[in-house]
């Protein structure tokens, strides 16, 4: 059974950085594309950046030059480096891999930007 297991989440002042991991457990097989999303209360679970196997990346427009997305994939983990973080980027954090047995997505780790 594949489970994603994330971590790093937690309250930060704004202006402030944090990294969330994101690691596979099981027999996952081949993954394409990592990635991240995030919920914000009262909003829809939006696209924050994904990765492909092939290292090619892709980020939200309100996160460029902001986030940084990275993986190691003999480790079939995902990172997430977010740096000058502010209040609108308060929100539950969820990562998800593209596999070839399917979809797999984590929990959610919260993430609170606040003074």
């Known amino acids: 059974q594949v489970q994603l297991v994330e971590s790093g989440g937690g309250l930060v002042q704004p202006g402030g950085s944090l990294r969330l991991s994101c690691a596979a457990s099981g027999t996952i097989g081949s993954i394409y594309t990592m990635g991240w999303h995030r919920q914000a209360p009262g909003k829809q679970r939006e696209l924050v950046a994904d990765?492909?196997?092939?290292?090619?990346?892709n980020y939200a427009e309100p996160v460029k030059g902001r986030f940084t997305i990275s993986r190691d994939n003999a480790k079939n983990t995902v990172y997430l480096r977010m740096n000058s973080l502010n209040p609108e980027d308060t929100a539950v954090y969820y990562c998800r891999f593209w596999t070839a047995s399917g979809v797999y997505w984590g929990q959610g780790t919260q993430v609170t930007v606040s003074s």
């Open positions: 990765i492909t196997s092939s290292a090619f990346t």
